[in-house]
């Protein structure tokens, strides 16, 4: 029985062929990063965008009654601690935190790309942009607080022309709209195997 006196993340993953893999390993990595966390593991089914991927399972997100939202890509390999990125997310007192880092002028177009202020808040969103405004980048890991998405996946869910995403859509759109979006600045190993190029060099810094 969950301990209705602690504060809980949901964790939402995308279903990559490894939900077994999911199920057993990944709340036993994320308890041991930021306990007293209870962490509650989804998948989705054939979404239409990012953001539709987490509207499918919404309502198993409700049951658990979490606090915050915790949203990790399944297509990267990267090490850390989300007690950091927690806690600054609850300092900031923001709607949605995005896990970001700097890479090189020749990648950044293959993210979503942000500006920031001196306090670390995002000015600015652009998805994969041809020319990019900065060399800092979405990670694609996001924590939001559980009332502001739940508003937001209803309010996308209605617009037939988006196209259900967190970076095309739904991100951008809070910027707009001067909600509190910040960027918790990670340092760390990351990388998002999207490219044959990067695949490979993972499992080269691997060796």
């Given at each position: 029985?969950?301990d209705?006196s602690?504060?809980?993340?949901?964790?939402?993953?995308?279903n990559?062929?490894?939900?077994?893999?999911?199920?057993?390993?990944l709340?036993?990595?994320l308890?041991?990063?930021?306990?007293?966390l209870?962490?509650i593991i989804?998948?989705?089914?054939s979404p239409?965008g990012t953001?539709d991927?987490?509207q499918?399972?919404?309502?198993f997100i409700k049951n658990?009654?979490?606090?915050?939202?915790?949203?990790?890509?399944?297509?990267h390999?990267?090490?850390?601690?989300?007690?950091p990125?927690i806690?600054?997310?609850?300092?900031?007192?923001?709607?949605?935190?995005?896990?970001?880092?700097?890479?090189?002028?020749?990648?950044a177009?293959r993210?979503g790309?942000?500006?920031?202020?001196?306090?670390y808040?995002?000015?600015?969103?652009?998805?994969?942009?041809k020319?990019p405004?900065?060399?800092?980048?979405s990670m694609?890991?996001y924590?939001?607080?559980?009332d502001?998405?739940?508003?937001l996946?209803?309010?996308?869910?209605k617009h037939k022309?988006s196209?259900?995403?967190f970076?095309?859509?739904?991100?951008p759109?809070m910027v707009k709209?001067g909600?509190?979006v910040f960027?918790?600045?990670f340092?760390?190993?990351?990388?998002?195997?999207?490219?044959?190029?990067?695949?490979?060099q993972?499992?080269?810094d691997?060796l």
């Amino acid at each position: 029985m969950p301990d209705s006196s602690l504060p809980t993340i949901s964790v939402v993953m995308p279903n990559f062929n490894h939900g077994k893999y999911l199920s057993t390993s990944l709340p036993a990595i994320l308890n041991q990063s930021v306990p007293p966390l209870e962490v509650i593991i989804i998948d989705d089914h054939s979404p239409d965008g990012t953001a539709d991927a987490v509207q499918q399972n919404f309502l198993f997100i409700k049951n658990g009654s979490p606090d915050n939202v915790l949203i990790m890509g399944g297509d990267h390999i990267y090490q850390m601690d989300y007690a950091p990125l927690i806690d600054f997310h609850a300092d900031h007192e923001a709607d949605v935190t995005i896990a970001a880092l700097r890479v090189t002028v020749e990648e950044a177009s293959r993210f979503g790309v942000l500006i920031t202020n001196d306090d670390y808040r995002v000015t600015n969103f652009v998805e994969k942009p041809k020319d990019p405004p900065s060399t800092t980048v979405s990670m694609g890991i996001y924590i939001f607080r559980f009332d502001v998405l739940d508003r937001l996946l209803r309010q996308d869910a209605k617009h037939k022309e988006s196209s259900h995403d967190f970076g095309k859509d739904i991100i951008p759109q809070m910027v707009k709209e001067g909600m509190r979006v910040f960027a918790y600045p990670f340092s760390g190993y990351w990388v998002d195997v999207g490219t044959i190029e990067s695949y490979w060099q993972a499992h080269m810094d691997l060796l």
